[in-house]
């Protein structure tokens, strides 16, 4: 009785089954299975219970507005179209801004510090009354007259006797001397003959009497000039014969 039932059950499941694949082929792929005629009549055939084709949305597309399309909407999403800005842009957008210097607030010039003040002295050493200085001048002035004839009693560069000469070359300077030599032989300073430097007067007593009687300007290096009765304005070395008749020097300047 058991057997008869599974046979019968098994008589009605199978066309149902047939029938069920029969139509999950023709779902899937009705166009390679059966021509478009075929498939037409089984859909007016079936009606209502003919499968419908759902639209499924793409998953992955977004939500986007009713003027875009999907198609744009994919591309966004496409890793090989979609761009990405550069990271060297962000970094320069993000960059620091340049400092700029306020014009309005001034910049205090550095200050050094004080200086001590030096005074610098403008005033040059007065040569007017150095001692050598006036030798020089005295010593160039009476070379000029080198030559001059000597003439008893003679002041003036027209002849010369000894004291004349002398008086007038230290006149030249600013220098007054008494006439004759015996009154100049008073005056200044006495100094040994080997203490002499220019501008010293030297006396002689050519009598050998220790009176002086003439007179000369002491040059430096051993020699005076003169007024030689022999020679007139000349240069003489100090040698023996003017140191047997010297009779001492006298430092006026």
Known sequence: MKNIKLKQLSL?????????LFISVLTVAPTTVIGDQAKERIKTTMGDLYPQKTQVADAHLPEVADTVSAEVAKKALDPQTTSVP???????SKATPAKTVNPSRSIPAKRLPPQPSRSISTSMPSTASSPQTKASAIIATSRQFIGVNYQFGGTTPSGFDCSGFVQYVFAKNDITLPRVSRDQFQVGTAISFA?????????????????VDHEGIYVGNGQFINASSSKGITVYSLGSYWQSAFVGAKRVL
């Open 195 to 211: 203490n002499l430097k220019p501008g010293d007067l030297v006396f002689f007593g050519l009598a050998k009497s220790g009176v």
């Open 12 to 20: 009605f499941l199978a066309p149902v089954i047939s029938t069920f």
């Open 86 to 92: 550069s990271t060297s842009n962000i970094a320069t």
